[in-house]
């Protein structure tokens, strides 16, 4: 196994990693970050970003993660490929294994995993993804301006995103697997009492259609039933809503989440239980999930790291 020591690791290739690593390496320290799987994270999923500050015209999100990740090499930021497979942060330095076979040690680690959107399985999601399916209604709800859109899921999440879409397009369809809605009554109440919210009890999307994009979603009312019925419905988007999974499983041995998995942090900052160890992003966000959030608390992350870097040199 070979070993490296490393005075700030940064894991996780998204916005708030990046920005982490730009704040850290402007400090005449050199992070090294793994991005994993999927450089960028999420965002690369997105077509069109019209809501991150300083682009008037709208981006790409593949081409502002390049940006982001353009901009930490600038200043010298050690950026490379791999998948942390175990870690162990039972004492300093902290060891975190890459694909396996090597050893990362250090004393400073920012966690910026992310969450990973969950999905119906459907082969569909993955053809029309960034053409019609997302998980996000806050990030791309405005492409749908005066359409017809549908809501996968019944709880406070796909109330609200239902609720947010309400105001942009023109019909929202929520398609609920189970015959009453999970929500909160408020929110509930609220759903109910919009117009141009539709909802489909017991129904189960099982497929999309369409020749350059959505056009529509295949349904099936009481999936399984002696009463079973199939049918169309026209959508120009899917938007799931059924959670997210936080990418923390590996660290969880040591660091505090919540019942979901989500990284706890002392409000107001990225601190963890851990000493040295900040969490930034998704990985600890299970209310906004943003960009623009993500960014931010990766320049908190990338501060309160270079303060600790700081404190152990001087001896405190």
Known sequence: MEYEKVSCLIIGGGPAGYTAAIYI????????????????????????????????????????MEQMKKQALSFDADIRTGVVTSSDLSTTPYKVTIDGE????????????????????????????????????????????NKVVAVVGGGDTACEEALYLSRIVSQVYMIVRK????????IQDQVFCTPNIKILFEHNV?????????????????????DEQKFDIAIDGLFLAIGHNPNSKVFT????????????????????????????????????????????????????????????????
Request: hydrophobic share 40%; glycine share 12%; aromatic share 10%.
């Open 25 to 64: 390496a402007r400090a005449n320290i050199t992070p090294v970050l793994y991005e994993g799987i999927q450089p960028g994270g999420q965002l690369t999923t997105t077509t069109d970003i019209e809501n991150f500050p300083g682009f008037a015209e709208k981006i790409g999100g593949f081409e502002l």
């Open 102 to 145: 090597k050893i990362i040690e250090t004393d400073v680690l920012i966690i910026a995993t992310g969450a990973s959107a969950k999905y119906l399985g459907l082969p569909d999601e993955q053809k029309y993804a960034g053409m019609g399916v997302s998980a996000c209604a806050t990030c791309d709800g405005f492409f749908y301006r």
């Open 179 to 186: 015959p009453y809605l999970r929500a909160q009554k408020i």
């Open 206 to 226: 099982v497929g999309l259609y369409g020749k350059d994009g959505v056009e529509g979603a295949h349904l099936v009312r009481r999936l399984g039933e002696p």
């Open 253 to 316: 041995p040591w660091i505090e989440t919540d019942e979901i998995g989500y990284i706890k942090t002392k409000p107001g900052t990225p601190l963890t239980n851990l000493p040295g160890i900040f969490a930034a992003g998704d990985v600890a966000d299970p209310v906004y999930r943003q960009a623009i959030i993500a960014a931010a608390s990766g320049a908190q992350a990338g501060i309160e790291a270079e303060r600790y870097i700081l404190s152990l040199k001087n001896g405190h």
